[in-house]
């Protein structure tokens, strides 16, 4: 049986680690990098190690960034009385290239699953609370995807937040069930972002 050098085939391995990279998209990149240009390729190895160095997480709102506290948290141009929860901070990335919302985010970090052993004290909801209270958050918008976790966590949260004098929305039409926002095109999240609808 062949076998790949023993270097390519760690290459091939550590790359399958990636979510969203199966063993033969592994294969394909690890043949391309072996094929690059030794400068070129540790550029791009910099590049790794300077992301996973740099970027840190906002303790306001938990989303990815550079600073402590993000670009959005500590803009005042943002609209204070919109918090939008999401997932995770890909998802914040997907909403913010609609262009259409101005508000501030939440990021959970997660959602809850019986089947990975993840329950609501293992997100970011603990804050939430004192954000709706010290930041004059009127409205929340639920934007998690529409999986069956994803559903589960959304109820969660409306019972967590049903007790707070705010209105409650979930983001409407364009998202199938079993979707992801970071996989949905901007058009169909700008308008799931328009036609959301009131919970409380």
């Not at 996973?52 to 204070?80: A, M, Q």
């Not at 970090?109 to 939430?128: E, H, M, P």
Request: with cysteine; glycine share 8%; proline share 3%.
């Amino acid at each position: 049986m062949y076998r790949y050098p023993r270097a390519l085939e760690k290459l091939i391995a550590t790359l399958s680690q990636i979510p969203g990279i199966g063993r033969k998209t592994a294969q394909r990149i690890a043949f391309h990098v072996i094929s690059m240009d030794e400068k070129k390729v540790s550029e791009i190895a910099q590049a790794f190690i300077r992301a996973k160095r740099k970027t840190k997480v906002c303790s306001i709102c938990h989303n990815l960034s550079e600073t402590d506290p993000c670009h959005i948290c500590s803009s005042e141009e943002r609209d204070s009385t919109k918090l939008c929860i999401v997932e995770k901070p890909i998802d914040v990335a997907a909403i913010e290239s609609t262009g259409i919302y101005n508000g501030k985010y939440h990021v959970l970090g997660g959602v809850i699953s019986a089947i990975d052993g993840i329950g609501a004290d293992d997100l970011n909801v603990k804050d939430i609370g004192e954000r709706i209270k010290n930041e004059g958050i009127k409205e929340v918008i639920i934007a998690l995807n529409p999986t069956h976790e994803g559903e589960i966590t959304a109820h969660y949260l409306i019972s967590l937040l049903s007790n707070y004098k705010i209105s409650i929305t979930r983001i409407g039409i364009g998202l199938p069930i079993g979707g992801s926002l970071e996989y949905t095109d901007f058009v169909t999240i700008k308008e799931s972002i328009r036609s959301r609808k009131k919970i409380k």
